[in-house]
């Protein structure tokens, strides 16, 4: 891993400029309907997904593959070699783009296509360090190229031409959604937290009403929700709201759940549901909860990694209430503050590699139940990739341009 200073790489020919309000937009008018979300069913009907395509895709069974396993890079290859041939270009792919914001998640898929299919690549991993120096770091080894600044992505470009990648109609684009193209981290991801947290809150409300305790869930919350319980959690918010939630009830105390995982005697999330199991006959246990315990019981046994869809639809419905909810004339503080805004480098960069015949993905580990609406719902919602809200960030347009 070498590390460089502004002064070696970052901003090279370039001017750092101000993070501005650019209008509105939605991510389909950069990259239409080529959007797959965790259930890898994508939003162009026309490209088969999981459910159908399995087989072709070399995977044993419809069981969802998360982000980091290698079962998810074969269906992401696959995905793009089905779009090339989709929109006509016969060439096949022969380099990969990565644009994410997360070394472990977006990093190990990204390494994964590559081991793979064995093409040539690179991987921008952005997040937003407004205090510190501007940095980058770079694996050299595997090409990932770590900023903490969004606009670094004109320097990563240039330095991805410099090393030989071709950025046209065989390179293969992935951009993940959440915190990279949507809600940049560092800069505007603390509202899709909060977003998120708002669900849970709906949620937690309109399964125990006057019941819910929000200071024990939050503490409850706040515990569990870090890497020392992820044998327990796996790192899933649907696993993490449950277990706050039978906390909630009083069903099991939180008290319990830690003196059981200093005894090293709860080892995962399956054995807490049949923990649950064993005290769902106490007379106390309501309608409602039991209901939820059902389905996410259901949704574990085959495989489902997102079992507490009734809280992932709350989320979704508040995250789109986060976004374009705020006037044009907002302040950017107020919009990187209070809404969930485009990434203004992300969106200038797919108009540049359009341009360019580049082929680009959406991609995103964000379930389907928090990122559409519900095909049952009469809200009249659009999925979040359709939803317009506020282009916000540091213009890179005119550095891409001198890259020609």
């Keep these: 891993m070498t590390t460089y200073s502004a002064v070696d790489v970052l901003f090279k020919g370039e001017t750092q400029t101000m993070v501005k309000n650019f209008g509105r937009a939605k991510l389909s008018d950069f990259f239409g309907d080529w959007v797959i979300y965790r259930n890898l069913e994508p939003m162009d009907k026309r490209l088969p997904g999981l459910k159908t395509a399995a087989y072709r895709m070399g995977l044993a069974g419809d069981r969802i593959p998360r982000k980091l396993e290698r079962d998810y890079a074969k269906a992401a290859l696959w995905f793009g070699e089905e779009a090339q041939r989709l929109r006509g270009v016969t060439a096949p792919i022969q380099e990969i783009l990565f644009i994410g914001d997360t070394l472990l998640s977006d990093g190990t898929a990204y390494r994964n296509m590559r081991t793979l299919s064995g093409l ?56 993940d959604i959440d915190k990279t193209a949507l809600g940049a981290k560092g800069r505007n991801d603390q509202v899709i937290d909060k977003a998120r947290l708002d669900g849970i809150y709906r949620t937690m409300n309109s399964v125990l009403g006057e019941d819910f305790d929000q200071r024990a869930f939050e503490q409850a919350y706040s515990e569990l929700n870090r890497a020392p319980y992820h044998f327990l959690t796996e790192d899933n918010q649907d696993y993490l709201a ?53 389905a996410v019981t259901a949704s574990v046994r085959i495989g489902d990694p997102t079992p507490f869809k009734r809280f992932r639809r709350e989320e979704f419905i508040s995250t789109v209430a986060h976004m374009g909810n705020l006037s044009d004339n907002s302040s950017v503080t107020d919009l990187l503050k209070n809404e969930i805004t485009l990434t203004e480098e992300v969106c200038e960069l797919s108009e540049w590699l359009r341009e360019r015949k580049c082929l680009q993905l959406c991609l995103s580990d964000k379930p389907d139940e928090a990122s559409r609406p519900n095909p049952r719902s009469s809200d009249n919602l659009l999925a979040l990739h359709k939803t317009e809200t506020h282009r916000v960030g540091a213009s890179i347009r005119a550095a891409l341009d001198n890259l020609r």
């Excluded at 470009?157 to 951009?175: F, K, P, Y």
């Excluded at 009830?249 to 759940?257: A, C, K, M, P």
């Design 242 to 294: 449950y277990i706050c939630l039978v906390l909630n009830t009083g069903l099991i105390q939180f008290d319990e759940v830690l003196q059981e995982v200093k005894k090293k005697s709860l080892d995962n999330f399956e054995q807490f549901l049949r923990w649950v199991d064993s005290r769902m006959m106490q007379p106390s246990i309501g309608e409602a909860f039991r209901q939820v315990h059902e």
């Design 120 to 175: 040539a690549g690179t991987c921008f991993i952005g997040s937003e360090k407004a205090a510190q120096d501007p940095a980058v770091e770079i694996d050299e080894k595997d090409n990932v190229y770590a900023a903490n600044r969004w606009s670094a992505l004109s320097s990563w470009v240039q330095w991805a031409l410099d090393s030989g990648l071709q950025l046209n109609a065989r390179t293969l684009v992935i951009v």
